[in-house]
């Protein structure tokens, strides 16, 4: 019996720990250190992205959202997850009632909560994961390879993430049925 109460409080005080370590922005957004600061020209993300053999990723997010904070204290602190995203992703945040100038992959610029509307997102967070290249003419909502509003459990975001990453998406494969055949693999 004391080994497993010492087991919940080792357990315990990872999870606290990690929650800790999320800090929290003047904007009232969590920050994480694998998010980039950038002057959200969305071209230019992109290029930098490619540069670093990274997939581009956007997550949407907003002051107080519940869903927001279970993501960041819960899910990304996990040591799969937060080393899968550093390794392949960069992440650009944005705030979908912030005023910071975003430029679209279409060339239009507007402030984070006009371009949010445009897109249509209406939930946070909203992963928007794209392409490496994006025809022009395009905006992101019309070029993402993936659009994931909500939060979702660590199975769900791991996959998602190998998904967009192993470029699953091009072929016949739902996300579903690749996810249920990943956890089928590793006997969940």
């Not at 694998?34 to 020209?41: G, N």
């Not at 904070?69 to 945040?93: C, G, S, T, W």
């Not at 975003?102 to 209406?122: C, H, I, N, Q, S």
């Not at 290249?133 to 975001?157: E, I, K, Y």
């Amino acid at each position: 019996m004391a080994i497993i109460r010492r087991c919940l409080i080792v357990l315990l005080s990872m999870f606290s720990t990690a929650a800790l370590a999320v800090t929290m922005g003047d904007d009232g957004l969590h920050k994480t250190t694998w998010m980039r600061e950038t002057f959200k020209d969305l071209r230019e993300d992109l290029a930098d992205a490619n540069a670093e053999g990274k997939r581009l990723m956007l997550i949407i997010e907003q002051r107080g959202c519940i869903y927001c904070a279970k993501m960041h204290q819960e899910i990304f602190p996990l040591p799969n997850i937060d080393a899968y995203i550093r390794e392949n992703f960069f992440v650009v945040q944005l705030n979908m009632f912030g005023d910071v100038e975003v430029t679209d992959f279409d060339g239009e610029a507007l402030p984070e909560k006009d371009m949010v509307r445009k897109w249509g997102m209406l939930f946070t967070p909203t992963m928007v994961f794209l392409p490496e290249t994006v025809d022009d003419g395009q905006s992101a909502a019309q070029a993402a390879v993936a659009t994931v509003p909500g939060a979702f459990g660590p199975g769900t975001t791991f996959g998602m993430l190998k998904w967009v990453e192993e470029k699953a998406y091009e072929g016949d494969e739902s996300f579903q049925k690749y996810l249920a055949r990943e956890l089928s693999a590793q006997g969940n």
